[in-house]
């Protein structure tokens, strides 16, 4: 299986609700990133949280991460309609140089009104 | 703010055609990504540049070429276009390591 796994694959929920999303990858990372994609639009980054930080916010958002599972998770607080995506993890491999990034196979996130 | 510019936005190509996307990295960032993710799929690293030199190779075929020029802006040539070429291609860069920042992608699609 491929670096960056994440389930579900889909999540639907009602608004207002809180949505947990994981991701589970491979190999040593230098940091783990969340991107956001609405149907047919670009990637847009949410968070990122380096090898050595265990947890971090922003706004409603709330990574963790896990280094010795291999695993993290996004959590959308109070989620809103305008949440409606897909949610992709990404992982910067250890190693350095400019290899990109590796991405999950992402979660479709519906939030009913 | 200025954003990765793509172009075009959309592209309808014949099988065994050319194409050329082209993508203009935010200013003052040192590397360039090409990304393709085909339909329902997630981003696949093609291709990268650092400082106008190519750093890395993703799952690039070999029928794919890309360079990147003296103002920063780069372009990915696609000859010989197959049917399962038909994706979105997105443009990244980033000014060091960490977050990347993307375009709104180069829809292809091969008839």
Request: charged letters at 20%; aromatic letters at 8%.
């Amino acid at each position: 299986s491929q670096q960056g796994e994440e389930d579900p694959q889909a999540l639907s929920i009602q608004e207002g609700e809180n949505a947990t999303m994981n991701c589970s990858y491979k190999t040593s990372i230098n940091n783990l990133q969340w991107y956001r994609q609405n149907s047919g639009r670009g990637l847009v980054h949410l968070i990122l949280i380096r090898s050595n930080e265990r947890e971090k916010h922003s706004g409603r958002l709330r990574v963790t991460l896990d280094t010795s599972k291999k695993s993290s998770s996004l959590l959308i607080t109070a989620s809103r309609a305008a949440d409606t995506a897909s949610y992709f993890c990404a992982t910067d491999a250890a190693g350095g140089g400019a290899d990109g990034l590796t991405f999950g196979k992402g979660t479709h996130l519906i939030i009913q009104p | 703010a200025a954003g990765v510019i793509q172009s075009p936005r959309h592209l309808i190509k014949e099988k065994r055609e050319t194409a050329t996307l082209k993508c203009y990295p935010i200013p003052r960032h040192d590397t360039v990504y090409w990304y393709q993710q085909g339909p329902g799929q997630d981003p696949q690293f093609l291709i990268s540049f650092y400082e106008k030199m190519q750093s890395d190779k993703g799952s690039i075929p070999d029928r794919f070429s890309a360079q990147q020029f003296s103002d920063y802006h780069s372009e990915l040539n696609m000859s010989s276009l197959e049917l399962g070429d038909s994706a979105l291609y997105f443009c990244a860069s980033s000014p060091g390591p960490g977050e990347l920042f993307f375009g709104e992608g180069s829809r292809l699609t091969v008839l």
